[in-house]
């Protein structure tokens, strides 16, 4: 199955800020998927990136707030914009990777916001 | 539009204890099911996957059975040990493959000695 790399780990950052994640893919996937882990609750998709297109986001996430690139087929950044702490969460990139339906993810940027 | 419904926790467990942890869904399509397990402070990892109907997926001592006319996906383990202590979440996806997961909302098991 696919391996991602996610980056930064883990962050602290000072509201009204913006704060950039980066997943990078060791094989070419054509969707991946950002997800939002609220503190103790499950995973919310933020947005669907497509490489080439603009991605689709999903009901209550806005490209304002976190604008998505997807340059290649290998990697993708989503950016937090004018964070708050009500951002504060675990963010992460999943990828449908392989046969079979294996979805891979990263292991999650957890964002403070202060 | 597609849904999982689990159990709600947290689940408390004395070792090796038997593990259930339910798990139903509902799709428009032909799905396919998966466990995701989550340990403190990391991220995500499968645990294992169901594609289609009658399929057991086994992995690390768990094992769920795919039920189509239950719409079921239950978790379950023999004998739970401490370091299954974890969030496990059920989750599906429509068979095209291009599509994201859509999870539950997550168990929080908790095994003490």
């Known amino acids: 199955s696919a391996v991602i790399s996610q980056k930064p780990s883990r962050d602290i950052c000072q509201r009204g800020t913006s704060l950039t994640i980066q997943c990078q893919v060791d094989?070419?996937?054509?969707?991946m998927f950002w997800y939002r882990q609220q503190p103790g609750q499950s995973l919310t998709l933020i947005a669907t990136?497509?490489?080439?297109?603009?991605?689709?986001?999903e009901s209550g996430f806005v490209i304002d707030k976190f604008p998505i690139s997807r340059p290649n087929l290998t990697f993708s950044t989503l950016t937090v914009s004018n964070m708050s702490p009500e951002d504060s969460s675990i963010y992460l990139c999943?990828?449908?990777?392989?046969?079979?339906?294996?979805?891979?993810f990263g292991s999650g940027t957890r964002l403070t916001v202060v | 539009g597609d849904s999982v419904t689990q159990m709600e926790g947290p689940v408390t467990l004395s070792e090796e204890a038997f593990l259930t942890i339910n798990c139903t869904y509902t799709?428009?399509?032909?799905?396919?099911l998966f466990w995701y397990v989550q340990y403190p402070g990391e991220g995500l990892q499968l645990l294992l996957k169901?594609?289609?109907?009658?399929d057991k997926g086994s992995n690390k001592g768990f094992e769920a059975t795919y039920r189509k006319e239950t719409t079921s996906f239950h978790l379950e383990k023999g004998s739970v040990q401490v370091s299954d202590s974890a969030v496990y979440f059920c989750?599906?996806?429509?068979?095209?493959?291009?599509?994201?997961?859509?999870f539950g909302k997550g168990t929080r098991l908790s095994v003490i000695a």
């Open positions: 989750a599906l996806s429509v068979s095209s493959g291009n599509t994201p997961l859509v």
């Open positions: 799709a428009t399509g032909y799905p396919s």
């Open positions: 169901a594609t289609k109907a009658d």
């Open positions: 999943s990828v449908l990777g392989g046969g079979n339906y294996g979805y891979t």
């Open positions: 990136a497509n490489q080439g297109s603009e991605a689709t986001y």
């Open positions: 094989s070419q996937v054509t969707m």
